[in-house]
């Protein structure tokens, strides 16, 4: 699964068990945006410590490592530095990639290091944060039938390739203990209250009328 490493040797093996999260940030914080029907506030963004610390109840005594693949666009980096040294105190490891073109995504990087780690260490458990079922669908369930437990760690509303799965394991980010400090403006369609909820449109029904409209002039 992902790319091709080079050859290990005896030294680099270590058959350490090992709890593995990795962590898609863009499609974290894109499917976070489309959830709550706009852009992510300090408020509902994930806390990273308390994703750590639910990590950590469920290992044990077996080794944990959280490791967040961001992309970095033209002019981004001040704003983003601060939040990579807030979550390298949390103790993840950061890999960041520039993000110069369309193609310059972090997936094949999340692979190879799941598959890095899947050679060096006895992986016993994996989370996968991110509803990106089209790349991570089917090396994650390989993985699965091997032996490892695989959960999907991203939002109800997208991630259906967990939710189906007969091998893979699916938790909603916000069953996260602490993960928010408040509650998510959304309509979870699995947790609905008994007496039903209404779901407020998106968009305004008019807004149709301004697509017909740029359709028939060619805009």
Same mark, same amino acid.
């Given at each position: 699964?992902?790319?091709?490493?080079?050859?290990l040797?005896a030294?680099?093996?270590?058959?350490?068990?090992?709890?593995?999260?990795?962590?898609?940030?863009?499609?974290?914080?894109?499917?976070?945006?489309?959830?709550?029907?706009?852009?992510?506030?300090?408020?509902?963004?994930?806390?990273?410590?308390?994703? *750590?610390?639910?990590?950590l109840?469920?290992?044990?005594e !077996?080794?944990?490592?959280? /490791? +967040? &693949? @961001?992309?970095?666009?033209? #002019?981004g980096? *001040?704003?983003m530095?601060?939040?990579?040294?807030?979550? !390298?105190?949390?103790?993840? /490891? +950061? &890999? @960041?990639?520039?993000?110069? #073109?369309?193609?310059?995504?972090?997936?094949?990087d999340?692979?190879?290091?799941?598959?890095?780690?899947?050679?060096?260490?006895?992986?016993?458990?994996?989370?996968?944060?991110?509803?990106?079922?089209?790349?991570?669908?089917?090396?994650l369930?390989?993985?699965?039938?091997?032996?490892?437990?695989?959960?999907?760690?991203?939002?109800?509303?997208?991630?259906?390739?967990?939710?189906?799965?007969e091998?893979?394991?699916?938790?909603?980010?916000?069953d996260?203990?602490?993960?928010?400090?408040?509650?998510?403006?959304?309509v979870?369609?699995?947790?609905?209250?008994?007496g039903?909820?209404?779901?407020?449109?998106?968009?305004?029904m008019?807004?149709?009328?301004?697509?017909n409209?740029?359709?028939?002039?060619?805009?």
């Amino acid at each position: 699964m992902g790319e091709e490493a080079a050859p290990l040797s005896a030294d680099d093996v270590t058959g350490t068990e090992l709890d593995l999260l990795v962590w898609d940030a863009p499609n974290i914080d894109m499917t976070l945006s489309n959830v709550i029907g706009g852009r992510p506030s300090a408020q509902s963004r994930p806390r990273f410590d308390a994703v *750590a610390k639910w990590l950590l109840a469920q290992a044990g005594e !077996r080794e944990v490592e959280g /490791a +967040v &693949f @961001a992309n970095v666009p033209p #002019g981004g980096a *001040a704003t983003m530095r601060g939040w990579v040294e807030a979550i !390298r105190s949390f103790g993840y /490891a +950061v &890999f @960041a990639r520039p993000k110069l #073109g369309p193609l310059d995504d972090v997936d094949a990087d999340m692979l190879a290091h799941i598959a890095e780690r899947h050679r060096t260490h006895t992986l016993r458990r994996l989370v996968v944060a991110s509803g990106d079922g089209r790349n991570f669908n089917e090396p994650l369930e390989e993985l699965a039938r091997e032996g490892v437990d695989v959960t999907v760690l991203s939002f109800v509303e997208v991630a259906g390739y967990a939710q189906e799965s007969e091998v893979i394991r699916f938790v909603d980010l916000e069953d996260v203990p602490g993960a928010f400090t408040t509650p998510l403006p959304r309509v979870r369609l699995d947790n609905l209250p008994a007496g039903g909820a209404w779901l407020q449109p998106t968009r305004s029904m008019r807004s149709l009328l301004n697509e017909n409209a740029g359709a028939n002039t060619g805009a």
